[in-house]
């Protein structure tokens, strides 16, 4: 027959041996387990049924970068827009710096040629407002032989074409030889440059061949002559040869130099 004192002994003894856990189900009510009653590492990552942690259950910032796996995410769409934007900036940079480049290319190209029309502006005041090929204007006349043999003549003679209001530089020269003087003792000449049918008094050069046979000498002379545009005679002559003295090498050179502005 059982009595109480045997049933207590019973279940005091059934208790030590499951633990106390029958007790602990006949005597938790609802909520009675909280936070405090969960023994460290008590809930297991198999004790957790799947979708049973929801976003709503994590406690804001409480999983740091550390804990994600960065590859399983996707592109962020403000880091998408935020790349797309930072293209289209450097799109817009490259542009606009090919653009300047291009500009200041541009801007290089145009001060070269302003330069360069500045440089030949420069030189074309210097020159008088005249280009170089003024200078290449000249005229000449040479002979090896007999130019002239006695009495007064011309020796060399040219024509030259001014492009403007200027100056003719003349440079004339000639070998004067007497070839024989008979009864005469010397015979005195001059060699001048005629311009425009008139001669030019300073160019005028005297010379003098004593008595003696196959003796020579050079007549020389030049002049510079202010002229308008247009075309202009320049003759170099001679004047007072006796029938036996001659000229020969005679040279005229003509060159036209524009009036400074």
């Known amino acids: 027959m059982l009595s109480y004192a045997n049933v207590v002994a019973t279940l005091a003894l059934f208790l030590v041996l499951s633990g106390g856990a029958a007790y602990a189900v006949a005597r938790l009510g609802k909520g009675s387990v909280g936070t405090r009653q969960l023994r460290n590492g008590a809930v297991s990552t198999a004790k957790l049924r799947n979708g049973a942690v929801t976003g709503a259950k994590i406690r804001d910032g409480a999983i740091g970068g ?3 796996d960065v590859q399983s995410l996707g592109t962020v769409p403000s880091a998408r827009q935020a790349g797309r934007a930072d293209s289209a900036g450097r799109a817009e940079s490259a542009g606009r710096a090919d653009t300047a480049g291009r ?10 040629k302003t330069a360069t029309s500045a440089t030949t502006a420069v030189e074309a005041t210097s020159l008088g407002g005249v280009g170089p090929q ?10 090896a032989g007999i130019a002239l043999q006695g009495g007064n003549g011309t020796a060399r003679e040219v024509t030259l074409n001014a492009p403007r209001d200027g100056y003719l530089l003349a440079i004339a020269s000639a070998n004067v030889s007497g070839l024989q003087f008979n ?19 300073q160019t005028e050069r005297r010379g003098e061949l004593l008595e003696s046979a196959q003796i020579s000498e050079e007549c020389e002379t030049n002049a510079v002559i202010p002229v308008a545009a247009g075309a202009h005679n320049v003759r170099f002559a001679f004047s007072g040869l006796k029938a036996s003295t001659q000229v020969d090498h005679a040279e005229l050179d003509v060159v036209f130099v524009p009036f400074a502005m």
């Open 183 to 201: 009864t005469e003792v010397f015979d005195r000449y001059s060699c001048f440059i005629i311009f425009e049918g008139s001669a030019v008094p």
């Open 134 to 143: 003024a200078f290449s204007r000249q005229a000449s006349s040479a002979t």
């Open 103 to 112: 500009a200041d290319s541009a801007a290089i190209a145009d001060s070269a």
């Open 66 to 68: 550390a804990k994600v």
